[in-house]
């Protein structure tokens, strides 16, 4: 199927933290891209919101990190967008990186496997769920697509690698 919007969660999917034993970047340089990220998408006809050809790109992503206060909202943001910018090889168009900073079990709407932050993904593109797929990592990457009426598939099948680095 062709989809006119791939999400990514960043975490486990398009890039890893190299400090043993934390789950996630705290801060520059603690991160790298999995080796098969950039060819991969390299592949695709990237468009921003509002194009009327090729495939929306979007992230959405749990950083409890933040919540936790391990680092700051900007932080994470800034962590995020450079992970796309090295990840796509362009700057994130405004409102295509969608981030959750509360810590797990918080209760807010927007955690995944919450559908919201994809649904404001779809909602910036203007598309169906029917043609949204979220690629991720996690059971709640997968719960989040399946709460959004979207198509899911693990890191496996799109990047065709195991899921650990």
């Known amino acids: 199927m062709e989809y006119r919007l791939i999400i990514f969660d960043a975490d486990g999917t398009l890039r890893y933290c190299t400090v043993p034993g934390q789950p996630c970047p705290n801060k520059p340089g603690e991160w790298n891209l999995y080796p098969d990220v950039i060819e991969k998408l390299a592949s695709y006809n990237w468009t921003h919101p509002g194009a009327e050809s090729g495939t929306g790109y979007g992230i959405?992503?749990?950083q409890g990190g933040v919540g936790?206060?391990?680092?700051?909202?900007d932080t994470a943001m800034s962590l995020?967008?450079?992970?796309?910018?090295?990840?796509f090889g362009f700057s994130p168009a405004e409102g295509?990186?969608?981030m959750c900073p509360h810590i797990p079990y918080?209760?807010?709407s927007c955690r995944?496997?919450?559908?919201?932050?994809l649904n404001r993904l779809m909602k910036l593109y203007g598309v169906s769920p029917e043609s949204v797929l979220f690629v991720g990592d996690r059971d709640a990457d997968k719960?989040?697509?399946?709460n959004a009426g979207c198509d899911f598939q693990w890191i496996s099948?799109?990047?065709n690698r195991n899921p650990e680095k």
């Open 60 to 62: 959405a992503s749990n």
């Open 106 to 108: 918080s209760g807010c």
């Open 68 to 73: 936790s206060g391990y680092f700051a909202e």
């Open 143 to 146: 719960n989040a697509a399946f």
């Open 157 to 159: 099948e799109f990047f």
């Open 80 to 87: 995020l967008e450079d992970t796309f910018r090295e990840a």
């Open 112 to 117: 995944k496997p919450s559908p919201e932050m």
């Open 96 to 98: 295509t990186i969608e």
